[in-house]
C-alpha cells in the first residue's frame, strides 16, 4: 500500500477552535480599551504595553528554551495575553525597567514554575502587577494626567483614590462627588486609572465581543457585576452620605477590567458554571469589601488572586448538574 | 424554541451530502464474508459447513444466548469456508465465506413490493418473528432487539420512540428510509406498540430534515397514538438518554436503562427491518449504507446485502478519492476508522465516510487551558477534563465517583477541546478498567 | 516588657506541657500492637515499592512474610535471593531459592521486517490503539510501540529503540518486577530466566495466525512449522496455535533450534558468534539443575 490510511480514535471531525484562536480573540477583544488608552495617555501607553508584551514573550522564551529545555510555544499567545493584561494594569507613566521586573514575575514567579500554560493557579498579569504595587507603591499609584503628554506630567488620583481619602477625611460623599468626572466621563474613560481600565464602555464592547465569540460564557462578568453591585448597594441604600452608589462602583477603577478579562482568565477560574457563579460573586464582593473599608482604594486584583485560591476547593466541591441525577420516582408521571 | 435536551451538546456542520440521493441497491457480489459476532453479546454459532447450499435469508448461525442475534445469509450459493477475516477493528472473527451463485430466495419470503399494513399476529409472535430475523439495533450500537422490547422484570414499556434524529453528520441514510418508506416504518412502529403493549409512540426527527418530518406528520395522521416531534439540531440527540429527554422530558437516571422511565428507544432502520421481518417474513440480511465524504465522486446511498465488502461500495459511490486520508465505518463522530478496505459490510455499518487528508490528521496537542468546554459540552455533565487526567494517572476509584461509567462516548468533548487533547481516548480507557473493576467487584 | 515575655514563654510552656500529656495518654489508649520483626523485613527488602511481589509496596510485602511465618510463593524480584535469605534469617526460616529473571519482549517486527499498513494518530499509549484496533502492522499480536512499558518501568530498564520502533530490555537494570508485563496489552513481554551469563534463546513472535497469513503481515513471524520442535532434544520446544514457545526451564541453550527456524523468529542474546560450521555438540551446558519451574508462558488459549 502506498499510501496509509490514518486510523485514530473517534471524533473523527474537530470544531476547528484552538487555544491560539482563543489567546488572540482575547487580545484582539482589548484593542478597543487599547485605543481609548493612547487616546489618553498618547505615546506612552503604546511604549507600556510593547515592553510588556516583549518582555513577558522573551522571558516565556528563554525560560522553556534554557531552562525546561522544552520546545518553545511562545506562539499560542499565552505570554502575549499576560503581557498586554499586566500592561492594563498598570499607570501610563510606569518606568519600562519596572515593567520588566512585573513580567518576569508575572512569566517566572507565577507561571513557568507551575508548568507553564494551563498549570498556573494564579493569574500571572494579576501577580506582576500586585507585586509591582507593592514593590514599587510611589510608582505604582502615580496617575498621569490624561491629555498631558511627556516626561514632567502632571500626576493626580483616581475617583476611587479620592472617595477613599475623602471618606477617611469624614466628608459626605455627595461632596466628594462634586471634585470627581460625571458618570458618563467615567463610563467613556475620562479619568486617571491604570492604562487599560479607564474606559468602561471600550472594556465591554470587547467583552460582547468575546461572548459572541464563545471565547468566554457570561457566568463570571456577569456574577462578578451583579455581586458588587448588590453588595456595594446594600451600603449604599444604608447610608448614602459614607457610601458611594453601586454605577459608580462599577464604572471606576479596574472592576469592568477583571471582571471581563481577569476573572475569565480560564486557567484561574473554575471549570463549571456553578462554580463560575461562586467564584464571581466572591470576586464582587472582596472587591467592594476592599474598596470600602481596605488598605487600598481599589481592591480587583486582590479579590481576583484570593478567588483563584479557591478555584481548586470550587472544581472539586461544586459539581456540574449531572444527567441523571435524579430519584426514578421524581421523573415519573 | 423546538425541544431538544438540556445539558451540553454541539453542532458540528452537517455534510448531508447524500440527502437527496434515493436508495439505490447495490450489485449482488462476487463473494461475500459474513461474521458471526455483529452485534453486542455472544457472537452466534455457526450451523453451516464447507460446500453447504444456501438460499438467501437462510440461517447460517443461530444465537448461543439471550443476549445474541441470529444470522442469515444475504446471499445464494455455496459456504467456501468457515473461518476467521478481519473486521473494522482489524482482529481477526469468525465468519461464514460464501461464493454467490444466483439470486435465489428462501420461499418463505415475501417478495412482493406491495405493503402489507395488517397486522394479524399478537405480541409474542411479534417478538419471536423479531428474535428469529436477527434483528439489532441498525443506529451502530448492534443491541439485539428483542432484548430491548422485552422489559425486565417490574418495569413496563410505556413509549415507544422512534430515532429519526440521526444527529450524525454526513449520514442520511435513516432519512431517506423516512422519505421512501415511509408506510412501511409507521407499520414497523404499530408492530412494535402492539409487541410491546404500549399504547404510545413519538418519532423524533431533528428539523433539518424537514421533508421527512412533514412526511411523517402526513403518514402519522391517521394514527392518533403516534405522533412526531421536530427537534432542535443538536448532537448527540440520537443518544437513547438525550432523545428521551428531548422527546419526552424525562431523565433516565444515572446508571440505569431507559426502560426505568418507561421508555423503549428504535432506530428508523430497525423498526423498517422489523416491519420486513414480521409482515414479509425476511430475516436481516441488508440493510441501507451510506457512502459519503467531500470529495467523493457520487455520495450515495445505498442497499447492501450484509457481508459484502466495503471496497465494493467504494467503487459504486466513484471509487476511493485521490486525497482520501482516512475511512471511516459510520459517521465521522462515534465512528471508527479503519484501514483495510476488504471487510464486509455488516449490521452496524450505517455509513462509509472518506475523510479528504486535511481532515483526518488531528490538530498537535497542547496543555489543557482549564477552557471548561468540555464540561459545558458534556451532554451527560460530566468533567471530561477531569476524567481523562485520572484515566491517564489510573486512578480508577475516582474516576468512578465522578461517573465515568455515564459517559456516552459521543465525542462532544474532544470536538470541541481547544487544545486538542485526546479526551475521550482516555475517558475510554477508563470505563473499560473503570468497568472491569466493578464487575469484578459483584460477587 | 519582661513580663510580657516571661508570660508568653509561660503559657507557651504550659500549652506544650498538656498537649504531651495529652498526646502521651492519646498514644498509650490507641496503641496498635505491630511485630518489630515487620519493620526489620522492610529495611532488608529494596524499598522500590514497585508491586513486583504481588503486595502493595515492600511494608505490605513485609507485613505478609512475618505473618505468613514461611516464605513460600513470596519473593522480592528486585532483591533476589540475596535478598529473600536476609528476610529469611530474620525470621529464622528457610528461603525459596528462585533463579534471577529478566524481561524479554517477544515481537520482533521492526519497521523493516513488519511494514505498516496505517498511520495511528491517537494518543501515544498502547492501551489505547488495543482497544481501538490491532494495530498499525498487518500483524494482530505484535508490538505496538507507542512504549506502556517504558512508562510502567521504574527502574529505567527498558526503553524505545527509535530506529526498530521496538522495545528493548537493558538486563543490567532489569529486576523482574513485572510492571511491564502487566502494562502491555498484547502481552509479548515475558519474565524469562536469566540464564548463565545473561544467556536466552526464545522465539520473538507472538503470531498465532496461519503461517501464510503470519509470513506476509511480518517477515520475522514465527509460522508454528514445528521444525524448531523437531531439532529440540530435550523437549522444551512446544507448538500450540501456529506458535512456538521455548519453555526456559526445559531449554539447555543448545542453540539449535535457531538455525532451523525458516523466518529467524528465534533470537539467541548474548551468545559468543556462532561458528560458520555446526558442531553436533551443545555449546553450553547449563551450570545447575533447575529447581523451581518458573513460566510466565501467558495463557495462549485465553487470547
Given amino acids: 500500500m502506498s499510501k496509509l490510511f490514518t486510523i485514530s480514535p473517534s471524533p473523527h471531525v474537530h470544531s476547528g477552535d484552538s487555544v491560539n484562536k482563543i489567546m488572540y480573540g482575547v487580545i484582539l477583544a482589548l484593542v478597543p480599551a487599547f485605543i481609548w488608552s493612547v487616546v489618553m495617555f498618547g505615546l506612552d501607553s503604546v511604549r507600556v504595553t510593547l515592553i510588556a508584551v516583549a518582555a513577558c514573550v522573551v522571558f516565556e522564551l528563554l525560560i522553556q528554551k ?7 510555544q511562545i506562539a499560542d499567545g499565552s505570554a502575549a495575553l499576560t503581557g498586554v493584561l499586566l500592561a492594563f494594569n498598570v499607570p501610563a507613566s510606569v518606568p519600562s525597567w519596572m515593567l520588566i521586573v512585573g513580567a518576569l514575575v508575572s512569566i517566572g514567579i507565577a507561571k513557568m514554575p507551575f508548568g507553564g500554560l494551563g498549570n498556573n493557579p494564579f493569574n500571572p498579569a494579576l501577580v506582576g502587577r500586585v507585586f509591582m504595587l507593592i514593590s514599587f507603591p510611589v510608582q505604582m499609584t502615580s496617575w498621569p494626567v490624561a491629555g498631558s503628554f511627556g516626561v514632567d506630567a502632571v500626576t493626580t488620583a483616581t475617583p476611587l483614590a479620592i472617595l477613599k481619602e475623602g471618606v477617611k477625611n469624614g466628608q459626605p460623599v455627595i461632596e466628594i462627588f462634586k471634585n470627581l468626572p460625571t458618570n458618563m466621563d467615567l463610563l467613556i474613560g475620562n479619568m486617571a486609572g491604570s492604562l487599560g481600565e479607564i474606559s468602561a464602555l471600550a472594556l465591554i464592547i470587547g467583552g460582547l465581543f468575546m461572548l459572541v465569540r464563545k471565547i468566554i460564557t457570561w457566568h463570571i462578568p456577569v456574577s462578578v457585576m451583579l455581586s458588587a453591585a448588590i453588595f456595594s448597594g446594600i451600603f449604599w441604600l444604608i447610608d448614602p452620605a459614607k457610601f458611594a452608589d453601586p454605577i459608580f462602583h462599577l464604572i471606576t477603577g479596574g472592576l469592568i477590567l477583571g471582571a471581563f478579562f481577569m476573572a475569565t482568565d480560564m486557567v484561574t477560574s473554575p471549570m463549571n458554571p456553578k462554580a463560575q457563579i461562586i467564584f464571581g460573586a466572591g470576586i464582587g464582593i472582596l472587591t467592594i469589601l476592599i474598596r470600602l473599608w481596605g488598605a487600598y482604594p481599589e481592591g480587583i486584583s486582590f479579590a481576583i488572586l484570593i478567588m483563584n485560591a479557591m478555584v481548586p476547593l470550587l472544581n472539586r466541591y461544586v459539581k456540574p448538574k449531572r444527567f441523571g441525577e435524579v430519584n426514578i420516582q421524581s421523573t415519573k408521571g | 424554541m423546538l425541544k431538544s435536551f438540556k445539558i451540553g451538546g454541539v453542532h458540528p456542520a452537517e455534510n448531508k451530502l447524500s440527502a437527496s440521493k434515493a436508495i439505490e441497491v447495490l450489485a449482488l457480489p462476487k463473494t461475500v464474508f459474513i461474521p458471526v459476532g455483529q452485534h453486542i453479546g455472544a457472537p452466534a454459532e455457526v450451523v453451516v459447513k464447507k460446500g453447504d447450499k444456501l438460499l438467501v435469508g437462510q440461517l447460517i448461525a443461530k444465537t448461543s444466548g439471550f443476549v445474541s442475534a441470529n444470522i442469515h445469509s444475504s446471499v445464494s450459493g455455496t459456504v467456501k469456508k468457515v473461518e476467521t477475516g478481519p473486521d473494522t477493528s482489524g482482529y481477526q472473527k469468525m465468519g461464514v465465506y460464501i461464493d454467490v451463485e444466483d439470486d435465489l430466495w428462501d420461499e418463505q419470503i415475501d417478495r412482493n413490493n406491495e405493503i402489507k399494513s395488517a397486522i394479524t399476529l399478537d405480541s409474542a409472535a411479534i417478538l419471536a418473528k423479531i428474535q428469529e430475523a436477527g434483528i439489532v439495533g441498525l443506529g451502530g450500537a448492534t443491541f439485539p432487539t428483542h432484548v430491548k422490547l422485552i422489559p425486565p422484570k417490574g418495569m413496563k414499556a410505556e413509549v415507544l420512540l422512534i430515532n429519526g434524529v440521526e444527529c450524525e453528520p454526513y449520514l442520511t441514510s435513516d432519512h431517506r428510509l423516512m422519505l421512501e418508506h415511509g408506510e412501511e416504518l409507521i407499520i414497523g412502529i404499530r408492530l412494535l406498540m402492539k409487541a410491546m403493549n404500549v399504547n404510545r409512540a413519538a418519532i423524533g426527527i431533528e428539523n433539518n430534515k424537514p421533508d421527512a418530518i412533514s412526511e411523517m406528520i402526513k403518514l402519522a395522521y391517521r394514527h392518533t397514538n403516534i405522533s412526531v416531534v421536530p427537534l432542535r439540531v443538536k448532537y448527540p440527540q440520537g443518544g437513547e438518554k438525550q432523545l428521551i429527554k428531548a422527546v419526552t ?3 433516565v437516571p444515572s446508571g440505569a436503562l431507559p426502560i426505568s422511565v418507561g421508555a423503549v428507544v428504535t432506530n428508523i432502520a430497525t423498526t423498517f427491518a422489523v416491519y420486513e421481518a414480521v409482515q414479509k417474513n425476511k430475516p436481516l440480511f441488508e440493510r441501507v449504507v451510506t457512502v459519503t465524504g467531500k470529495s467523493v465522486k457520487n455520495p450515495s446511498n445505498y442497499k447492501v446485502r450484509i457481508g459484502t465488502t466495503i471496497s465494493e461500495l467504494i467503487e459504486a459511490a466513484g471509487g476511493l478519492p485521490e486525497n482520501c486520508g482516512k475511512i471511516i465505518n459510520g459517521g465521522p463522530m462515534m465512528g471508527k476508522a479503519f484501514a483495510n478496505t476488504e471487510i464486509p459490510v455488516t449490521k452496524g455499518t450505517s455509513g462509509i465516510l472518506m475523510m479528504p487528508e486535511k481532515e483526518s490528521k488531528r490538530g498537535e496537542t497542547m496543555p489543557c487551558i482549564r477552557c471548561s468546554r468540555c464540561v459545558s459540552v458534556c ?21 468512578e465517583n465522578e461517573k465515568i461509567m455515564d459517559c456516552i462516548e459521543c465525542g462532544s468533548c474532544s470536538y470541541t477541546c481547544p487544545a486538542n487533547r ?16 466493578m464487575r469484578s467487584r459483584k460477587p | 516588657m519582661t513580663t510580657i515575655i516571661l508570660y508568653t514563654v509561660l503559657t507557651l510552656s504550659i500549652i506544650g506541657v498538656l498537649s504531651a500529656i495529652v498526646l502521651y495518654f492519646v498514644a498509650q489508649k490507641f496503641k496498635v500492637y505491630e511485630d518489630p520483626r515487620i519493620d526489620q523485613v522492610e529495611t532488608a527488602l529494596p524499598g522500590a515499592n514497585c508491586g513486583g511481589c504481588g503486595f502493595a509496596g515492600c511494608r505490605a510485602f513485609a507485613e505478609a512474610c512475618v505473618n505468613k511465618g514461611e516464605l513460600t ?5 528486585v532483591g533476589g535471593n540475596d535478598c529473600m535469605s536476609g528476610v529469611a534469617n530474620i525470621l529464622g526460616i528457610e528461603a525459596e531459592k528462585k533463579d534471577p529473571r529478566v524481561a524479554v519482549v517477544r515481537c520482533n517486527g521492526t519497521c523493516e521486517h513488519r511494514p505498516k499498513t496505517n498511520f495511528f494518530d491517537g494518543p501515544v499509549s498502547c492501551a489505547i490503539a488495543a482497544s481501538l484496533y490491532s494495530g498499525d502492522t498487518g500483524c494482530q499480536y505484535g508490538c505496538l510501540g507507542c512504549g506502556d512499558c517504558v512508562v510502567a518501568c521504574d527502574f529505567d530498564a527498558i526503553y524505545m529503540n527509535q530506529v526498530t520502533g521496538l522495545p528493548e530490555v537493558d538486563d543490567e537494570k532489569c529486576v523482574a518486577c513485572g510492571a511491564c508485563v502487566k502494562a502491555c496489552p498484547k502481552t509479548l513481554i515475558e519474565l524469562r ?5 545473561d544467556r536466552k534463546i526464545y522465539v520473538a513472535c507472538r503470531n498465532q495466525d496461519k503461517g501464510g497469513v503470519a509470513r506476509k503481515s511480518c517477515a520475522v513471524a514465527c509460522i508454528g512449522c514445528s521444525k524448531c520442535e523437531k531439532e529440540c532434544k530435550y523437549d522444551a520446544i512446544t507448538i500450540a496455535n501456529n506458535l512456538a514457545f521455548i519453555d526456559a526451564d526445559k531449554c539447555k541453550l543448545c542453540r539449535k533450534c535457531a538455525p532451523v527456524c525458516p523466518t529467524n523468529a528465534i533470537i539467541e542474546l548474548n551468545f559468543p558468534p556462532r561458528k560458520v560450521v555446526l558442531t553436533e555438540q551443545p555449546v553450553s551446558a547449563p551450570e545447575k539443575p533447575i529447581e523451581v519451574p518458573v513460566s510466565a508462558e501467558p495463557k495462549s488459549s485465553a487470547i
Avoid: H, N
Avoid at chain 1, 66 to 72: D, G, Q, S
Avoid at chain 2, 425 to 436: E, Q
Fill in chain 1, 66 to 72: 534554557f531552562i525546561l529545555k522544552v520546545k518553545p
Fill in chain 2, 249 to 251: 422530558g424525562r431523565e
Fill in chain 2, 379 to 399: 451532554p451527560m455533565g460530566l468533567e471530561p477534563y477531569l476524567l481523562m487526567t485520572l484515566s491517564e494517572k489510573q486512578i480508577w476509584e475516582s474516576a
Fill in chain 2, 422 to 437: 485526546p479526551l475521550l481516548d482516555y475517558i475510554r480507557l477508563g470505563k473499560g478498567k473503570v468497568g472491569a473493576l
Fill in chain 3, 73 to 77: 510463593d513470596l519473593f522480592c524480584p
Fill in chain 3, 193 to 197: 530466566k536469566k540464564g548463565p551469563k
